[in-house]
């Protein structure tokens, strides 16, 4: 018989250590002063890009690390419409600059990225408007945040960007808006505190949410922009942002919830959360990088397990209301897959630029529960909560603060000076976001 031949096994990718050391030398703080702009608001004649004009608008009493009044910029591609975005936000906003830069010319991107210590982007559907600026921060050692929930882009962002971004220091974080600062620096804070006060790391963390609120046109543009791309079946792998997938880990046990369920340790019906599909992602990449690839796993446990819902309330009403919410919710994903509905939810949708009025944004709430277990039964519970509409409100609130850790606050930051890549909020961020968003008014507590 013949000897059968074959190919020798290809070598095993090593598998990806958490968050290396970066091996250039990040910027200097004398390097970033020389920048000419601390913060450079991206986007800022959108929809939440206005709010974060009016929000900086308001920190004339912040000094930079100079000790000099922060220095910052409206950027986008209308040099008009910046100018009557800046005129509409006051005194507070008359000696910002403008930058002209439409999202797909590379060598205005390139310029604004130098003159820039921190990029603050609200430009979106980031699949869109994004790829070229965060390719312009990567090479110029700019620091970044977004307000996405865009996870396909993001995994495309971190294949293209993640090595290149961790070997110059360069922290580029998405997710810094309502999707998904809660879920992710809310799940950090309960394995913060098992680990402190128990000594073991989090095995488990669930939390449900409730939320008033409304939508906005650029999140409708970039849903249904995703939903029409090829890279919508990604959405469903909860893995989809985990560095490690070498790993092939099993998704049993961490697919999204689908139905309604009775919740003990809510005291609640629950159902699918629709935002669950994007902050699952986020969270479980904050675990693989803050989990040693070797040694004793601290806060979070080796097998970590994280899941979201919304909640309905406890009585009868609240069981129907959930299983009714569920149906509905997996009727409109599947709508959504067929491309004439698409076209029409288009058609019949508000258009970019547009969403909720004034008066409903400061009638918007949200809060967050959640409750973290460790291996051996002990529980942890906490809970973030805001006033305000979250897809505005406490959005702008989250990424503006995101922004000036970054800007103001860089030595303090988890992981050093040296620490970069495409980042989580907690990964990147973590108490020192947690501080400056209690600082302005949201709760975040831990039993
Ligand atoms: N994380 C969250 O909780 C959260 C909440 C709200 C929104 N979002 C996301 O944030 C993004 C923005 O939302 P929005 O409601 O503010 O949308 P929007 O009002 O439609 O704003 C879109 C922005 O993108 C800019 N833009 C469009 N084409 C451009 C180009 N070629 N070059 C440069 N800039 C360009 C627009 O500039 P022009 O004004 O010149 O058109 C505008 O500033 C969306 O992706 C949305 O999904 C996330």
Redesign the pocket.
């Given at each position: 018989m013949a000897k059968s031949t074959s190919t020798p096994a290809p070598k095993k990718k090593p598998a990806v250590k958490a968050l290396p050391r970066a091996k250039r030398q990040v910027p200097s703080p004398s390097q970033i002063q020389a920048r000419k702009y601390d913060v450079v608001l991206?986007?800022?004649?959108?929809?939440?890009?206005k709010q974060t004009v009016a929000h900086f608008a308001q920190l004339g009493h912040l000094k930079n690390a100079a000790g000099k009044p922060l220095r910052w910029a409206l950027a986008?591609?209308?040099a008009d419409?910046l100018a009557a975005v800046r005129a509409a936000c006051g005194a507070g906003a008359k000696h910002a600059d403008i930058v002209v830069?439409?999202?797909?010319d590379a060598a205005a991107l390139g310029q604004l990225a130098q003159d820039a210590h921190v990029v603050l982007s609200?430009?979106?559907?980031?699949a869109?408007?994004g790829s070229e600026l965060v390719a312009a921060c990567v090479k110029h050692g700019t620091h970044y945040v977004?307000?996405?929930?865009?996870t396909p882009w993001v995994h495309g962002m971190i294949a293209q960007h993640h090595a290149a971004a961790v070997a110059n220091g360069t922290r580029i974080i998405p997710?810094?808006?309502?999707?998904?600062v809660p879920s992710d620096l809310g799940t950090w804070l309960i394995t913060q505190a098992m680990q402190e006060k128990y000594g073991e790391p989090c095995e488990r963390v669930k939390a449900c949410f409730t939320l008033q609120g409304g939508v906005?046109?650029?999140?409708l543009?970039?849903?249904l922009n995703f939903m029409g791309s090829d890279q919508a079946k990604m959405l469903a792998d909860p893995f989809l942002l985990s560095p490690d997938r070498d790993r092939k880990r099993s998704s049993t046990g961490h697919q999204d919830p689908s139905g309604p369920s009775y919740d003990v340790d809510f005291k609640a019906w629950l159902g699918p959360f629709f935002m669950g599909p994007i902050n699952t992602r986020v969270v479980r990449r904050s675990a693989d990088l803050l989990t040693p690839a070797r040694g004793k796993p601290m806060g979070y446990a080796k097998n970590f397990h994280y899941q979201e819902y919304l909640r309905f309330g406890g009585g009868p009403l609240a069981a129907a209301a959930a299983t009714a919410f569920s149906a509905g919710m997996a009727a409109s994903q599947f709508a959504m897959t067929l491309a004439p509905v698409r076209a029409l939810a288009g058609k019949l949708a508000p258009?970019?630029?547009?969403?909720p009025s004034e008066g409903s944004m400061n009638r918007g709430s949200f809060r967050c529960e959640l409750v973290g277990t460790s291996a051996s039964g002990h529980a942890v519970r906490g809970r973030i909560a805001d006033r305000g509409d979250?897809?505005?409100r406490?959005?702008t609130k989250m990424?503006c603060e995101a922004a000036l850790c970054l800007a103001l606050q860089f030595d303090e930051l988890p992981g050093g000076r040296s620490r970069g890549g495409l980042l989580t909020p907690a990964s990147g961020l973590g108490a020192v976001l947690v501080a400056r968003l209690r600082a302005a008014g949201m709760t975040f507590e831990v039993d």
């Amino acid at each position: 018989m013949a000897k059968s031949t074959s190919t020798p096994a290809p070598k095993k990718k090593p598998a990806v250590k958490a968050l290396p050391r970066a091996k250039r030398q990040v910027p200097s703080p004398s390097q970033i002063q020389a920048r000419k702009y601390d913060v450079v608001l991206y986007g800022a004649s959108g929809f939440v890009g206005k709010q974060t004009v009016a929000h900086f608008a308001q920190l004339g009493h912040l000094k930079n690390a100079a000790g000099k009044p922060l220095r910052w910029a409206l950027a986008g591609r209308s040099a008009d419409k910046l100018a009557a975005v800046r005129a509409a936000c006051g005194a507070g906003a008359k000696h910002a600059d403008i930058v002209v830069a439409d999202a797909q010319d590379a060598a205005a991107l390139g310029q604004l990225a130098q003159d820039a210590h921190v990029v603050l982007s609200t430009a979106g559907p980031f699949a869109l408007y994004g790829s070229e600026l965060v390719a312009a921060c990567v090479k110029h050692g700019t620091h970044y945040v977004d307000i996405t929930g865009e996870t396909p882009w993001v995994h495309g962002m971190i294949a293209q960007h993640h090595a290149a971004a961790v070997a110059n220091g360069t922290r580029i974080i998405p997710f810094c808006g309502f999707d998904s600062v809660p879920s992710d620096l809310g799940t950090w804070l309960i394995t913060q505190a098992m680990q402190e006060k128990y000594g073991e790391p989090c095995e488990r963390v669930k939390a449900c949410f409730t939320l008033q609120g409304g939508v906005n046109g650029g999140t409708l543009a970039s849903a249904l922009n995703f939903m029409g791309s090829d890279q919508a079946k990604m959405l469903a792998d909860p893995f989809l942002l985990s560095p490690d997938r070498d790993r092939k880990r099993s998704s049993t046990g961490h697919q999204d919830p689908s139905g309604p369920s009775y919740d003990v340790d809510f005291k609640a019906w629950l159902g699918p959360f629709f935002m669950g599909p994007i902050n699952t992602r986020v969270v479980r990449r904050s675990a693989d990088l803050l989990t040693p690839a070797r040694g004793k796993p601290m806060g979070y446990a080796k097998n970590f397990h994280y899941q979201e819902y919304l909640r309905f309330g406890g009585g009868p009403l609240a069981a129907a209301a959930a299983t009714a919410f569920s149906a509905g919710m997996a009727a409109s994903q599947f709508a959504m897959t067929l491309a004439p509905v698409r076209a029409l939810a288009g058609k019949l949708a508000p258009g970019p630029g547009t969403g909720p009025s004034e008066g409903s944004m400061n009638r918007g709430s949200f809060r967050c529960e959640l409750v973290g277990t460790s291996a051996s039964g002990h529980a942890v519970r906490g809970r973030i909560a805001d006033r305000g509409d979250p897809g505005n409100r406490a959005t702008t609130k989250m990424v503006c603060e995101a922004a000036l850790c970054l800007a103001l606050q860089f030595d303090e930051l988890p992981g050093g000076r040296s620490r970069g890549g495409l980042l989580t909020p907690a990964s990147g961020l973590g108490a020192v976001l947690v501080a400056r968003l209690r600082a302005a008014g949201m709760t975040f507590e831990v039993d």
